[in-house]
């Protein structure tokens, strides 16, 4: 092993695999990407030229480049992102171009092959982490040459980390390697939907619903986990059968895949907030549990399963051993030179994607929330260190887990919806409504209101709090009177309402835990006389009692500055949105579980939460900073009041820099009249398929 490159500039990597590309990152101390690729996804729909490369959301949607929905670039020399200490940008190394290598096989890595089916190809997705990962190693190799020109310290990557898209289901054969499916069911994929139909039509089925969340945290007769996907692939494909009757399938999400292809002991693991989006794992013991699997009729010993690991363990040393790596690709052999010619590098960091934005986004107090608006959106409140289980509609999930920080993981609640940012490709590509999804923005915000138009986007069925895999997407009050920019409108307001739901549905889950409890933990209080941000029937302010005062936001639509006053405005002013200054919130989160498996504080790049804040935010100098504060908050404290619209960047209650806040500017008689008619849309969208297809 070479020893240690020594005075040097410490990094951590981070694996980011999503359901429309891959990348990689690496961190300096300060949360800069030092070294950035991306990777789009291939899909059998490409039909732009090579130039002008079509991209596609899971839902087989074109995307086209815009700054408000999030998807890959093309593989380019861009390196806008990218920089060096001494302000050189990178560029890929002349030694191969991993950068043309464009994901393009025969096989596309994203595919819909039946309306509802949503499946990627498990051998394109380690191919994509490859070339992302030589291309950015040949990034650092040169940055490295141009920093010894300089006389500057060398950087050196510390460690790794995965994040990745969750429920998503890989099957291969422990005996031989080899897949059994040349497909992994994606989280969105419906195909599963007749099953579970069949499944809880059986009364003693749907009886134990409410006992299994207790044990999983899931609502099991949901399509989104990947029991019921497993169910259906030993159902449906004879060699994944042969293989279950033979005691010799593997079975893992997109972590369990990576980790056993990238690490020197091609471990076969998972981390703790992967293995419970499977529906197999019990959230209390960290551990798979038999009457799990009991329930969809398979014995748990007929699975080769992966361990349940925490979110920072040490699971191996990057390798490129596996088999399915072929030595003779250009980009491999350059991974391969700059493996040999540096310290082992230790993958020990792993979660699932949405656990990971919380972590990026510094959410680890109890209460705090997050939202991502990707393709779909996803909500996360911390809980704290013990589960909280919904009554209304989330979730139960883990957070994190870091042992070394503490022995008793995270939990957190969760709201997932499903389409967000694609109800706006939707809107541009099949309806054409406008050019460029950016557009979206200000035509939504060109009116003062929808016209009375409601749209629910459950194109592919409504999920938290509702759950209902039966609604499709419904448009309501469309009058003469209704034009493109109410519809846009509509369709932002559709997803912003889902968020508020799942917020309401949340703090209405604390508040009875609190009552049950008798421990009350109260934020900052409103300032605002209104007492209906998120009214009850009954007219109680679930929020009143200060369940979450500050909703960080992240994600393709959170960039849209229009998009986020329209979600404050429909939050209310109890809750301001905090829209993230770090752009890749997940795969930083995946980079500090990856630091946090260092036992020895003196291994990390940061020491601890507060030490990741003072660098991140204030580049270590966090005592200037909040002097900073106190002489502005003099400033501010005339220009700010509570019922008006206020964006910008400014410093937050804790002294960060350059974060955008949005506070509401509706009114109490707008927000309960737009809820109510809300809520009426809601109702006569649900059970659509079930009543029509009956």
Known sequence: MPAPLTPHVPLIASIDVGTSSSRVIMFNKQGQEVAKHQVEYSTPHRTHPPDKAAHYTAEGLTVRESSLVE??????????????????????????????????????????????WIQCNPINILSNVLKCLAATTNTLHE????????????????????????????????????????????????????????????????ARLEELKRITGLPLDSTYFSCSKIRWLIDNEPRVREAYEKRDLVFGTVDTWLLHHLTDTRVLASDVTNASRTGFMNIHT?????????????????????????????????????????????????????????????????LGDQSASLVGQLSHKRRNAKVTYGTGAFLLLNTGQSPLFSQNGALTTLAYHFPNLSSTPTYALEGSIAVAGSAVQWLRDNLRLFPNAQDIGPMASSVPDTGGVVFIPSFNGLWSPYWDPHA???????????????????????????????????????LEEEDKTGVTEVATPPTSSDSQLLDDDNGIDLYESGTTSTLSADGGMSRSDEVMQIQANILGPCVKIRRSRISECTALGAAIAANFAFENVEDRVWKDWHDIKDWVYYNGKRKEFIEKKIAKSKEMSLSTTTNASTTGSKLDDDGNVNV???????????????WKRWQVAIKRSTGWLQEVED
């Not at 329930?295 to 361990?307: K, N």
């Not at 350059?334 to 993958?347: E, N």
């Not at 508020?500 to 209405?508: D, F, T, V, Y």
Request: proline fraction near 8%; charged fraction near 20%.
């Open 71 to 116: 998807f890959e670039k093309d593989p380019g020399c861009d390196s806008s992102n990218s920089y060096s200490a001494s302000g050189a940008p990178p560029r890929s190394s002349p030694r191969s171009s991993p950068d043309s290598l464009v994901d393009s096989g025969d096989s596309p890595t994203l595919s819909f092959p039946q309306p509802g």
């Open 143 to 206: 940055l490295n040459s141009h920093r010894a020109k300089h006389d500057l310290a060398p950087y050196q990557v510390k460690c790794m980390g995965i994040a990745n898209m969750r429920e998503t289901i890989v099957v291969w054969s422990h005996s031989t390697g080899k897949l059994l499916a040349d497909y992994a069911i994606c989280w969105n994929d419906t195909r599963n939907l007749p099953l579970l139909n069949k499944h809880f039509a059986v009364p003693e089925n749907k």
């Open 286 to 350: 960290l551990d798979y549990d038999k009457q799990l699997f009991e329930f969809w009729g398979l014995d748990m010993a007929c699975f080769v399963l992966p361990d349940i690991r925490p979110s920072a363990y040490k699971f191996g040393n990057l390798s490129t051993s596996s088999p399915l790596v072929p030595a003779s690709l250009p980009f491999i052999q350059d991974l391969r030179d700059f493996l040999t010619g540096h310290p082992s590098i230790p993958l020990q960091g792993c």
């Open 472 to 510: 499709r997407a419904s448009m309501f009050g469309v009058t003469l009177y209704t034009t493109a920019n109410h519809i846009a409108r509509a369709a932002v307001e559709g997803v912003c309402y889902q968020v508020r739901a799942i917020l309401k549905a949340m703090s209405k889950d604390m």
């Open 660 to 674: 955008t806040y949005f506070f509401s500017n509706s009114t109490d008689e707008q927000r309960r009249k737009n």
